[in-house]
């Protein structure tokens, strides 16, 4: 199951979606989006203390 993570003034919301439901993918896309044209910076974990920002969604991303 993957997760976006979601971190504002009041504190971090997850949220899960199965990458292999289209439908899924649709609505996890549409808040990343969402939050990005808000102003959000997205990034991906590379490691540990390791992150690469990104400014399109990735489904495979973990």
Do not use: C, W
Not at 17 to 44: I, W
């Amino acid at each position: 199951m993957a997760m976006q993570i979601v971190m504002d003034h009041s504190g971090d919301s997850r949220h899960f979606f199965d990458n292999s439901n289209a439908e899924a993918l649709v609505e996890a896309e549409r808040l990343f989006l969402q939050f990005t044209s808000k102003g959000y910076t997205a990034a991906v974990r590379k490691g540990p203390g390791e992150a690469t920002r990104i400014t399109t969604f990735d489904p495979t991303a973990e």
